[in-house]
């Protein structure tokens, strides 16, 4: 493994505040299906911000130039290719803006007319695989093959980046890759993709969340004043019980970040008993209520209230760095958004009955790596 590697020529690094603020505003501007790399570039600007640091990885971000997806004549394009890549690390995510698109191609394989709420659960890998097939569409097919055509060298690249940063390089990590992907990569990649979770992902929009902000304070309000139940941030001796309930393990470091913009509920005792964090990517991380708690609306409380905190970080950072007009963001157009397992039916219940919706299924998964072995 080469101590260093040149950037994927398609790649354009983005590496400085000013750009990293720009940056932030281009993405917010695809949301909702954008919410992941929205909340990576978000959590550098935050971090940049009050810590005055650099990441681990100087250029964590990345946007490729604009690949054109050539026309039936492969003179005039009749569409261009955006990706987006964040290496962290120890983890890589990677997604392509023509995704909304190629989605409802995937669900026009079961049915044309696919609602909104349908998407989610009809633009799987397996229909996309369909769609390629079945659609003589030269913009799905190429906007497929754009795609496809970095990931050998963003794999290659991320590898090196954990070997410098002192992680594992033999296994890359990828999250928040959109399912659709799931074959088309493993295909690529001669079926060495190893799945690690699946999950759907929900958002709520600012809009939806300053509906219920009124009834969040007075619920709180009523808990305290009955129960004595008070609302506020989990601090670090938290995070060892909020690691031993949590059904996905992650080690304590991880958890220490997690807290760092967190909500929880504590008793008279001071004892907490219900909380949620943050994930790197702003998703909610580790909601979770004790059994002795529950069926009081805490976890509704907490959620909404952590997604209340996601949007207006949001909305702080893109107006202070002067990339947005506070007027210029609609509260419809910003998202919190949180990740849920596939098997986890009463959680991806209990979000929908708090106002969030589904907009798809992604993965993580890993690719042993192997520095003389090229993909097909």
């Known amino acids: 493994m080469p101590s260093s590697i040149s950037i994927p020529s398609l790649l354009q690094p983005i590496s400085n505040e000013d750009a990293c603020s720009s940056y932030l505003a281009e993405l917010h501007n695809e949301m909702p299906y954008a919410a992941s790399q929205f909340g990576l570039v978000l959590t550098t600007a935050l971090e940049r911000r009050q810590a005055g640091k650099e990441p681990v990885v100087k250029q964590p971000h990345f946007r490729s130039k604009a690949i ?34 190629l989605m409802r191609a995937a669900a026009a394989v079961v049915d044309a007319k696919s609602s909104a709420e349908e998407l989610a659960d009809r633009a799987s890998s397996e229909n996309f695989s369909k769609a390629l097939k079945q659609f003589d569409d030269p913009l799905i097919q190429g906007h497929c093959e754009n795609f496809l055509s970095l990931i050998p060298a963003i794999l290659e690249y991320s590898s090196a980046e954990q070997a ?16 659709i992907w799931k074959d088309p990569i493993n295909s690529l990649l001669d079926n060495r993709l190893q799945l690690w979770t699946r999950a759907v ?61 967190s909500m929880c509920f504590r008793n008279k005792q001071g004892d907490m008993v219900a909380w949620g964090g943050t994930h790197g990517d702003f998703s909610i991380a580790a909601l979770h209520v004790l059994p002795e708690y529950r ?53 991806m219940a209990f979000m929908e009955r708090c106002g969030w919706r589904r907009i798809g299924n992604y993965l993580w998964f890993g690719v042993p790596y192997n520095a003389n072995a090229e993909a097909n």
């Open 201 to 261: 992902k929900f958002v709520i929009s600012e809009e939806d969340l300053l509906k219920v902000e009124p009834e969040i304070r007075a619920r709180c309000q009523q808990l305290e004043e009955e129960q004595g139940l008070v609302l506020g941030p989990m601090v670090e001796s938290d995070v060892k019980l909020m690691i031993e309930r949590n059904k996905i393990s992650f080690d304590e470091e991880y958890g220490k970040w997690i807290i760092k913009r």
């Open 295 to 347: 069926k009081a609306g805490l976890g509704k409380l907490i959620l909404n209230s952590l997604a209340l905190l996601h949007v207006r970080l949001a909305r702080d950072a893109l107006t202070s760095s002067g990339s947005k007009e506070d007027d210029a963001i609609p509260a419809s157009s910003l998202f919190a958004h949180s990740d849920c397992v596939e098997d986890n039916l009463p959680t």
């Open 164 to 179: 410098r940063v002192g992680q594992d390089p033999t296994n890359v990590g990828c999250y928040c890759i959109n399912d």
């Open 68 to 101: 054109p997806v050539p026309g039936s004549d492969n003179k005039e394009p009749i569409d261009f290719t955006n990706i987006d890549v964040t290496v962290s690390g120890h983890v890589t995510t990677f997604s392509a803006r023509c995704e909304p698109f």
